[in-house]
């Protein structure tokens, strides 16, 4: 089924219908998201280590699972959170938890020159550092390490819209991510539309999370 651009209030719903409506849970529709991302980075950027950027909410909570999976696949994978992981809630602190009770290697990194020594060996970087909850200028650490992130030589990923991008406007903070590639949940996103988004967004690989067809039906594009 093909879903039309989503805005953010849009995709938002989705996820909170999924949930109170038909009774899915934030941690199943993050394990999908995270899966369903692992095997397009598997598909995409086959070999070499991964270095995951993780911030504090759902698309940081994003990147542990899908460094769980990397690592199922026998990935070199590693996870920079550039915040302290007890600032983590909900589902993003359970699947941090479960990384590092499943010994991966999650560092935490909140200077920008920690970041820098986290990513000096990266050959594919992904950005799980803010997606759909993003509002207004990146603000102090992520803007350090989107900045250092797009200054090494990697291959990078963003996971649901690259972080300085708007994801209804598409306009970017100064330091937006640049993506090569842009894996993103449900549906494109309506600020994919923009000028000059595409430079940033790279391709864009749309990934379902198991919302069921009749919820997302009302946004159905015409067959
Ligand atoms: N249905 C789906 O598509 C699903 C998507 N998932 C993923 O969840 C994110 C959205 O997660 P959310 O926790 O709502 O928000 P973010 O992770 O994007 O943002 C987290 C917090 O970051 C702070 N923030 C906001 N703007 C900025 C900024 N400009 N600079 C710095 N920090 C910022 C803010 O917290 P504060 O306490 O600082 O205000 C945000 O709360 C979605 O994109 C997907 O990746 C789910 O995994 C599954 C379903
Ligand atoms: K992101």
């Given at each position: 089924m093909k879903i039309k651009s989503l805005s953010r209030q849009q995709v938002r719903s989705i996820d909170q219908q999924a949930i109170?409506?038909?009774?899915?849970?934030g941690l199943v529709l993050m394990e999908n998201a995270g899966r369903g991302a692992a095997e397009v980075i598997q598909q995409n950027a086959a070999t070499g280590r991964v270095v995951i950027l993780c911030g504090k909410g759902n698309n940081g909570g994003d990147g542990y699972v899908i460094a769980r999976h990397l690592d199922l696949m026998e990935r070199q994978v590693r996870v920079v959170s550039v915040?302290?992981?007890?600032s983590l809630s909900g589902d993003a602190a359970a699947n941090a938890a479960i990384a590092q009770k499943a010994e991966l290697d999650v560092q935490v990194a909140t200077t920008a020159e920690a970041i820098k020594t986290h990513l000096s060996d990266a050959d594919v970087i992904v950005d799980?550092?803010?997606?759909?909850?993003a509002t207004g200028p990146l603000r102090g650490i992520y803007a350090d390490a989107v900045k250092v992130a797009n200054q090494i030589k990697a291959t990078r990923i963003a996971i649901d819209v690259p972080t300085g991008?708007?994801?209804?406007?598409g306009e970017a903070d100064p330091h937006t991510f640049q993506a090569e590639l842009t894996i993103t949940f449900v549906a494109k996103k309506t600020g994919f539309e923009f000028e000059g988004t595409q430079s940033l967004l790279g391709d864009i690989e749309v990934v379902p999370i198991g919302v069921p067809r009749k919820l997302l039906r009302p946004w159905a594009l015409a067959d």
């Open positions: 109170e409506d038909y009774g899915m849970t915040v302290e992981i007890d799980c550092l803010l997606g759909t909850g991008m708007d994801v209804d406007s």
